[in-house]
């Protein structure tokens, strides 16, 4: 008993840690990269401390309840789902529990099963401005608006200063056209939390969208600055610098994401287009290969990367593809026009007919409807949108 007591302590210890980093999250104030490693540090000491407690507390579903939260603020939410099934299993009325486990399948991209699990947590009595928060932004995920605006209006009611809440709200003015009202939120939320970096995220789309590109790199740049280590800050940075031509940075910025989240296959895949675009087929190459490993189904990215190895000189690589996606599809045209130029080069030496070119057989990129009615606030500095040193195409 005393070594679980000196245990419990040594847990007491981290958790109160943690809960201050979450109460100066919550007061919105900045957090700088080093203490953030700290906080991560902080999270494996309480993590292991629960893990040494289950040992002798198995059937104790508070435990598997903090350390599910624990793993959801390191980024494991699929350890953390096991962990809060593990406490249901146990105690299956308990709301909070289910609150959790809405936030954990929320993480893994899972609207619909976590909107099951917060509406427990309210069956089960659960009434926080948190919760109602979550019920609003899983309603607009699904795109029920007006459940969605209900929801977000009663926690404001009950929390008028959560940013979070002004953010969601600001998600469903986006969806239903009126960007200015959407601004307007996202002002609000970055006034009451300036560390959600969501928000940054979202600044960037909108303003990229309205060609309103030195604002985009701003917010891009702000957000970098609260969350260094953010891929998809970098990504959405990188999408602005390629709107203005800026293929260089715009590489860098991708090239930076992909560096620190190699699961980000958005990123490589825009590296590896913008490098096909460039006609730097060679560069193209890996980028694709990384694409397809992360994720094997990513749109156009098998053909493009058939493309690269062809015009990168490697025909015997490029012809398997070509096949391959041929005897998935008899109907892509794009493979069987590249089945015949690669067959044709292998055969005579290179020969292409000038008909048969890589710039007709592209797929084109849609263009995105914005509400030309708002008239954004401008930087101080401007973009010295220069043209970089690789071509622009």
Same mark, same amino acid.
């Given at each position: ?22 109460? $100066?999250?919550?007061? %919105?104030?900045?957090? !700088? ?7 991560? =540090? ?25 350390? +599910? ?16 099934? =593990?406490?249901? %299993? ?10 959790? &486990? ?17 509406? /427990? ?26 459940? +969605? /605006? ?22 469903? +003015? ?19 939390? !300036? ?20 604002? +985009? ?20 940075? %990188? ?21 620190? =989240? ?30 397809? &490993? ?18 990168? %000189? ?5 012809? $398997? ?8 599809? !008899? ?63």
């Amino acid at each position: 008993m005393k070594y679980a007591y000196n245990l419990f302590l040594w847990l007491a210890v981290a958790l109160c840690g943690l809960t201050a980093c979450s109460s $100066e999250s919550k007061k %919105g104030l900045a957090i !700088p990269a080093v203490p953030e490693v700290a906080a991560k =540090d902080r999270r494996k000491a309480a993590i292991d401390f629960l893990t040494d407690l289950l040992g002798a507390f198995a059937n104790s579903p508070e435990i598997y309840y903090k350390r +599910a939260k624990l793993y959801l603020e390191d980024d494991k939410p699929n350890e953390a789902l096991s962990d809060i099934n =593990d406490a249901i %299993g146990i105690k299956a009325n308990n709301g909070n529990y289910f609150q959790v &486990k809405a936030l954990i399948l929320r993480a893994l991209n899972r609207p619909k099963e976590a909107l099951e699990a917060a509406s /427990k947590a309210e069956v089960l009595n659960v009434e926080s401005p948190e919760l109602f928060t979550l019920l609003g932004d899983l309603y607009q995920q699904i795109g029920l608006f007006s459940k +969605a /605006k209900l929801y977000l209006n009663k926690s404001l009611q009950m929390s008028p200063n959560n940013g979070e809440t002004y953010f969601f709200k600001g998600e469903i +003015a986006a969806k239903q056209g009126d960007t200015t009202l959407a601004l307007h939120y996202l002002q609000q939320t970055l006034n009451l939390k !300036p560390t959600f970096f969501p928000m940054y995220v979202k600044f960037a789309d909108i303003y990229t969208a309205l060609r309103q590109y030195d604002l +985009a790199l701003f917010y891009s740049d702000e957000g970098i600055k609260q969350h260094p280590r953010n891929a998809q800050l970098y990504f959405k940075k %990188g999408v602005t610098y390629q709107k203005v031509y800026q293929t260089d940075s715009a590489l860098v910025c991708y090239n930076k994401a992909i560096h620190l =989240d190699s699961a980000m296959a958005q990123a490589s895949f825009s590296a590896g287009l913008l490098y096909v675009k460039i006609k730097a087929f060679r560069l193209a190459v890996p980028h694709f290969s990384h694409t397809l &490993k992360v994720n094997p189904q990513y749109p156009d990215a098998k053909i493009l990367l058939a493309y690269s190895l062809e015009y990168a %000189g490697e025909l015997a690589k490029a012809l $398997e593809y070509y096949t391959a996606i041929v005897a998935e599809n !008899p109907q892509d045209y794009r493979a069987i026009n590249g089945q015949y130029r690669a067959k044709r080069k292998l055969e005579y030496g290179g020969y292409l007919p000038p008909e048969l070119s890589l710039e007709d057989s592209l797929p084109h990129q849609v263009q995105r409807r914005i509400d030309t009615t708002l008239r954004p606030l401008q930087p101080k500095s401007r973009l010295n949108a220069k043209i970089d040193s690789a071509r622009k195409n």
